[in-house]
């Protein structure tokens, strides 16, 4: 299993960036997804996530701000950050919780894993 997240970049303080995150591999299960932001000098921070069921959770500083869905046809999930602030600054990584199928017994085996970071930058 690899996620691989896209849609980072450079943009001015007030406009919009839409992160991506795909899930790749086979025989999977996935249940949480999540998006974190790690700014230089700053802990790792959780930012969004979004159950199976599509309940989701922001931290205080994005809400109202930032959505995010996921596709579970297309095994992505996604970010969508209005109103883009320079505090906003921060390579994001995005995150899952995953079962890969045991083989034979039919269960899963549950694991965190973790897409390569993408880089945003708001500044004018």
């Known amino acids: 299993v690899q996620l691989q997240a896209s849609g980072g970049g450079l943009v001015q303080p007030g406009g919009s960036l839409r992160l991506s995150c795909a899930v790749y591999?086979?025989?999977?299960?996935?249940?949480?997804m999540a998006w974190y932001r790690q700014a230089p000098g700053k802990q790792r921070e959780l930012v969004a996530r979004?159950?199976?069921?599509?309940?989701?959770n922001y931290v205080d500083s994005v809400k109202g701000r930032f959505t995010i869905s996921r596709d579970n046809a297309k095994n992505t999930v996604y970010l969508q950050m209005n109103s883009l602030k320079p505090e906003d600054t921060a390579a994001y990584y995005c995150?899952?919780?995953?079962?890969?199928?045991?083989?034979?017994?039919?269960?899963?085996?549950?694991?965190?894993?973790w897409g390569q970071g993408t880089q945003v930058t708001v500044s004018s």
């Open positions: 995150n899952g919780d995953i079962g890969q199928e045991i083989p034979v017994s039919g269960g899963y085996s549950w694991s965190q894993y």
């Open positions: 979004i159950t199976s069921y599509g309940s989701t």
């Open positions: 591999g086979s025989a999977f299960s996935i249940n949480v």
